[in-house]
């Protein structure tokens, strides 16, 4: 709980920073299907937009030991073999980020979110998020996927 407290009072700083420094940084989204259905969450800081689980490098971290570790924090999944499905460069929020975009598939659908950093998650369909009010990064992300499927 009070690491969740003090994530909220330090994000507008964070913001503020990202802003005026601008730096680089890199990540990764990890676009996750089980039964045709692909998995959102909400974090608890941000804009609390429907997202893919993910987020920021740690130090000289690559983009795949990241996605695994940021789906792991997130929700509670161990994955395995991802398949890459290309990079998205964002500027959103005064951040200059190249995202590595990964695909996953797990044969069950359990998930255990951390509060700490994740308010709820669920599965959905492609056309149920397109409903939904979501982060820029899921379309980035489904651009990809797309792209990927026409290509195999």
């Not at 971290?61 to 924090?73: H, L, S």
Request: overall charge positive; charged content about 25%.
């Amino acid at each position: 709980m009070l690491k969740r407290i003090s994530t909220r009072l330090l994000a507008p700083f964070q913001l503020f920073y990202w802003k005026m420094a601008t730096p680089e940084a890199g990540g990764a989204k990890v676009l996750i299907e089980y039964d045709g259905k692909y998995l959102l969450l909400r974090e608890t800081i941000g804009q609390k937009h429907w997202t893919l689980p993910g987020g920021r490098s740690k130090g000289a971290e690559n983009p795949e030991t990241t996605a695994k570790r940021k789906v792991k924090e997130e929700v509670g999944i161990a994955l395995g073999a991802l398949v890459p499905l290309g990079t998205y460069y964002h500027t959103r929020q005064g951040k200059k980020d190249v995202v590595c975009a990964y695909y996953a598939a797990v044969s069950m659908p359990q998930f255990h979110i951390n509060t700490n950093v994740t308010v709820e998650a669920g599965w959905f369909t492609v056309a149920q998020m397109h409903t939904m009010t979501r982060s820029e990064s899921v379309d980035d992300v489904l651009e990809l996927y797309t792209k990927y499927q026409g290509e195999k």
